[in-house]
C-alpha cells in the first residue's frame, strides 16, 4: 500500500520560508513523477510544482516559478517543496501526490496517490 505522508508545515510570516517533506512508503517516490498541489479555503485544489522521476525535470505555477524550488532525495525517498519569499496568497492546505508514470504531470486527473495535506499559513 502506497502512503504519502506531508510535513513541514506551519505559520510563517510574509516574506519567509518553509521547506515541506513528502515521505513515501510503499513504492520508491524515485520511481515516479511527483508533485505538490495545494487548497486555499474556499477554492478548488490547484497545482502547484512538479517533478520527474529521476529529478531532471520540472515544472510550476506561474504564481511560484523563481520563489517555490521541488526535488527529490532517493536515499530518505523524500519530496521536497522549498518556499521562500512567501506571501499571504500562498495560505493553504499543501498536498503531497504521486502519479504511476515517470514524467512530470500538472493535472489532479494524473495523480493516483495522496497524502493528508499540511497547513501553510502565511500571516504576520
Known amino acids: 500500500q502506497v502512503r504519502l505522508v506531508e510535513s513541514g508545515g506551519g505559520l510563517v510570516q510574509p516574506g519567509g520560508s518553509l521547506r515541506l517533506s513528502c515521505a513515501a512508503s510503499?513504492?520508491?517516490?524515485?520511481?515516479?513523477?511527483m508533485g505538490w498541489f495545494r487548497q486555499a479555503s474556499g477554492n478548488a485544489r490547484e497545482f502547484v510544482a512538479t517533478?520527474?522521476?529521476?529529478?531532471?525535470?520540472?515544472r510550476y505555477a506561474e504564481g511560484v516559478r523563481g520563489r517555490f524550488t521541488i526535488s527529490k532525495d532517493d536515499e530518505l525517498d523524500t519530496v521536497d517543496l522549498q518556499m521562500n519569499s512567501l506571501k499571504p496568497e500562498d495560505t493553504a492546505v499543501y498536498y503531497c501526490a504521486g502519479t504511476e508514470g515517470l514524467s512530470t504531470a500538472t493535472q489532479e486527473l494524473e495523480y493516483v496517490y495522496w497524502g493528508r495535506g499540511t497547513q501553510v499559513t502565511v500571516s504576520s
Open positions: 517533478i520527474d522521476w529521476n529529478g531532471s525535470t520540472t
Open positions: 510503499g513504492r520508491p517516490s524515485s520511481y515516479y513523477g
